[in-house]
């Protein structure tokens, strides 16, 4: 199967809200201190899928439990805290919701007192609707740092579990509600003869140029394929995924042609609706023109970039596998521009298999990748 790719449009600004409560542990904070609340706000720029920079401010309050035991230090009521630090969200295993971390350093005034601190939480989201709005539980530690000449110079340790509300990243793909594929520019019609040509199947396309002149069928730019009927159905041949349609990269570009869009929808639809094919390893080529060094990276960003595309329509990540291969395995041995644009291309590969045992097995290589 032959495909390309486009990258991902910048996701604006994600806001992370946290409200919970909180506890000190660890003496003396822990037993002059009880139970308490904390609420912060983060603002957070993405970077990519899984991570991004973030800065936040929030406050933090202790209930007062027990004065000092040691009696010459007086006693001090109920703790307060705010703070602002900068860090950085990570999200491992998914670009929409799920699980996640952050940790962070920066100021605290604690009291009449400024201090260094740094933070860290862990949570899971859920995407609530059809919007960007995430929400789920979420455990956090703070630890504020005294200094070694302070009168009591043990640093302040506490935990805090609550609910985590965040506008989160726009799911992609014309599947979620947002941001619809671009819609398909029509083919280009078949050029005008200047004379009179022979059209057996009377589909439009000259018998000169029809791969199928016996049966009506539909103008490509393949000519492997022009004037041939459309096949809309994604198949399976030896281990290999196949589709009617072929698309290919212009010379150099990893970007998706917006033609192709409605191909990686229905690619992803047919993997996701086969969970027994558990590894699909993207193996990217390019033509042979060019170092074998460049076409070898160029090769490997377009299986990468078509992995991206497969992902944001649902495919889980860790079902797809990626390789670049270069010139190394051409589709078309020659060396006209038809035959460069023939090999620009991006293959699918069935790389482990379920049996209906349950047991997982690695199939041969036929029709596979050469």
Same mark, same amino acid.
């Given at each position: ?15 992370? @809200?946290?409200? !919970?409560? =909180? +506890?000190? *542990? ?7 201190? $009880?139970?308490?609340?904390? /609420? ?110 302070? @009168?009591?110079? !043990?640093? =302040? +340790?506490? *935990? ?7 506008? $989160?990243?726009?799911?992609? /793909? ?197």
């Amino acid at each position: 199967m032959l495909l390309t790719g486009r990258s991902a449009t910048a996701d604006p600004l994600r806001w992370h @809200l946290e409200l !919970g409560g =909180a +506890h000190a *542990v660890g003496d003396p904070q822990g037993s002059e201190f $009880g139970p308490g609340g904390e /609420g912060r706000l983060a603002a957070e720029l993405a970077l990519g899928r899984a991570i991004g920079l973030q800065v936040e401010g929030g406050s933090l309050w202790l209930g007062h439990a027990s004065p000092p035991a040691d009696p010459s230090i007086a006693d001090h009521g109920d703790g307060t805290a705010v703070f602002a630090m900068g860090g950085v969200h990570v999200r491992p295993f998914t670009e929409v919701a799920g699980p996640w971390l952050d940790a962070n350093v920066g100021y605290v005034r604690t009291g009449t007192l400024d201090r260094v601190g740094f933070d860290a939480h862990i949570g899971y989201d859920w995407r609530v609707g059809q919007d960007r709005w995430d929400v789920g539980p979420y455990a956090g530690y703070l630890q504020v740092v005294q200094p070694g000449e302070t @009168l009591r110079p !043990g640093d =302040a +340790h506490i *935990v805090s579990v609550g609910i985590h509300v965040a506008l $989160g990243a726009k799911r992609i /793909g014309p599947s979620a509600g947002f941001a619809a594929e671009p819609p398909a520019p029509p083919e280009p019609p078949a050029p005008a003869p200047t004379m009179p040509e022979s059209d057996r199947d009377a589909d439009g396309v000259a018998d000169a140029s029809d791969a199928c002149p016996d049966v009506p069928g539909v103008p490509t730019r393949d000519p492997t394929t022009n004037g041939c009927p459309p096949s809309d159905v994604v198949r399976v041949v030896d281990n290999r995924i196949e589709y009617g349609q072929v698309v290919l990269f212009d010379t150099g570009s990893t970007v998706l042609a917006t033609d192709a869009w409605g191909v990686v929808q229905r690619l992803a639809d047919f993997i996701n609706a086969n969970p027994q094919y558990e590894r699909v390893n993207i193996g990217g080529h390019a033509d042979e023109r060019g170092p074998e060094e460049l076409n070898r990276r160029l090769s490997q960003a377009r299986a990468d970039a078509v992995r991206e595309i497969l992902v944001r329509f649902g495919v889980s990540a860790a079902r797809l596998t990626t390789e670049g291969f270069g010139f190394s395995h051409p589709r078309a041995q020659g060396h006209t521009e038809d035959d460069w644009r023939q090999n620009r291309r991006v293959e699918f590969l069935i790389s482990k298999i379920r049996d209906a045992h349950g047991t997982s097995t690695t199939p041969g290589t036929p029709g596979g990748h050469p």
